[in-house]
């Protein structure tokens, strides 16, 4: 148990379809990260929220909409996807946006694309 | 731009031996430098962290050596354990708190 939970675990969608992935985190941590993972590529940070703010953009395309309601919950809303955004999604915290704090990553949401 | 580097994408150890991970960056800036561990369909999970004011740090089986005029880090296991079968994960943040991750490397042991 990490702390840090991610819904769905799997996730299979049209290239016209709709979904979000959800995070929830109940370790009183002020930063939250969306990641992705494609096979033998370094993990990707896409989005960071600290204290339910953006603060980063990594570039990422606009089918990808992150949302932060609270502290405690992070989504990511999909829509319009490609073949290609099939990835490992990880969500991760920390207790704040400093360097010296380790991040808490959940188990991560498996997404195809089809 | 990469700026973390795991040159080795797997390695295969034996049970009892050491096993010695490598990874290098290129960032100057960096200052805080750690290594996850990911077993299949799991997230990483946090091993083990060094700050960029000491060489060395220790915890149990894992120590990780920072060099950082080489700009060069690694993990050492030892003895390694067929529950350390699993990707690693260097991870390198700067002031701004932002980490770079490598590509990881496939560790196995075998008996």
């Known amino acids: 148990e990490t702390g840090v939970t991610q819904t769905p675990r799997h996730l299979v969608m049209g290239m016209t379809n709709k979904k979000s992935l959800k995070c929830e985190q109940h370790l009183g941590h002020n930063a939250m990260y969306w990641y992705k993972q494609s096979a033998k590529k370094p993990l990707e940070l896409m989005f960071v929220y600290n204290f339910k703010e953006q603060t980063e953009n990594n570039s990422v395309p606009s089918r990808f909409s992150p949302e932060c309601p609270n502290s405690s919950h992070l989504f990511l809303h999909l829509h319009t996807l490609q073949p290609e955004d099939s990835a490992l999604y990880l969500c991760?915290?920390?207790?704040?946006?400093?360097?010296?704090?380790?991040?808490?990553f959940g188990q991560g949401t498996r997404l195809t694309v089809v | 731009d990469q700026q973390v580097k795991q040159n080795s994408p797997s390695l295969s150890v034996q049970e009892g031996r050491i096993s010695i991970l490598n990874c290098d960056y290129t960032n100057s800036m960096f200052d805080y430098f750690l290594w996850y561990k990911k077993y299949p369909a799991e997230g990483p999970t946090f091993l083990i962290s060094i700050s960029s004011i000491k060489d060395k740090n220790e915890d149990g089986r894992f120590t990780v050596f920072l060099n950082k005029s080489a700009k060069h880090l690694s993990l050492h296991i030892v003895p390694s354990q067929p529950g350390d079968s699993a990707v690693y994960f260097c991870?390198?943040?700067?002031?701004?708190?932002?980490?770079?991750f490598g590509a990881g490397t496939q560790v196995v042991v075998t008996p």
């Open positions: 991760a915290s920390s207790q704040d946006f400093e360097g010296s704090t380790e991040a808490f």
């Open positions: 991870a390198a943040s700067d002031s701004w708190g932002k980490l770079q």
